[in-house]
């Protein structure tokens, strides 16, 4: 079943594989928050430090650069097996209201078309609930047709499209 977990060294070994698996496909890792993680080392040891740093990332008081925001870090699993990465950023920032909203995430390539994305997705709203966003921004590629039907299914309210980008809009409040 599919569910979010804070990021947690049990799922390391499926991880990594994951890790593999993105990067065999030329995918990047959406919702992952390790742009600047040097996949040539995928062991426990160089994982733990950025694990702290993905959790540390969702406490308001934990000091982030300016152009950052705070963010709750999740990971997409099913059970033991790490599936995929979800972040909710806490606010945006102009980056981020053009380009990459307040949910971020992406399925490791041999697990997608199974249904996580969009269970995930469900569940990331609900977080975002949680935190107070009232209206939630989630973005995808133009050309990104399961991301799409993902983001709609959901009942995601297309605004518009900026380059390549379709902006979709949640209304949290209920």
Do not use: Q
């Not at 060294?9 to 959406?30: K, N, Q, T, Y």
């Not at 609930?129 to 590629?141: F, I, K, Q």
């Amino acid at each position: 079943m599919t569910e979010l977990a804070r990021p947690d060294l049990r799922f390391h070994v499926s991880w990594a594989a994951a890790v593999r698996e993105f990067e065999a496909a030329g995918d990047v890792m959406h919702g992952s928050g390790l742009w600047h993680f040097d996949t040539s080392d995928l062991s426990a040891a160089a994982l733990a430090p950025e694990v702290d740093r993905l959790l540390a990332e969702g406490d308001p008081a934990t000091a982030i650069p300016a152009d950052r925001v705070h963010s709750t870090n999740y990971w997409i699993v099913d059970g033991d097996e790490f599936l995929g990465y979800l972040a909710v950023r806490h606010a945006l920032t102009p980056y981020l209201l053009e380009e990459g909203g307040h949910i971020g995430y992406s399925v490791r390539p041999s697990r997608r078309r199974e249904g996580h994305a969009t269970r995930a997705f469900r569940l990331a709203l609900d977080e975002a609930r949680s935190l107070g966003l009232e209206r939630a921004l989630v973005t995808c590629d133009h050309d990104n047709l399961p991301s799409r039907l993902t983001i709609e299914h959901a009942g995601g309210v297309l605004e518009d499209r900026r380059g390549d980008k379709l902006r979709y809009w949640f209304d949290l409040v209920r």
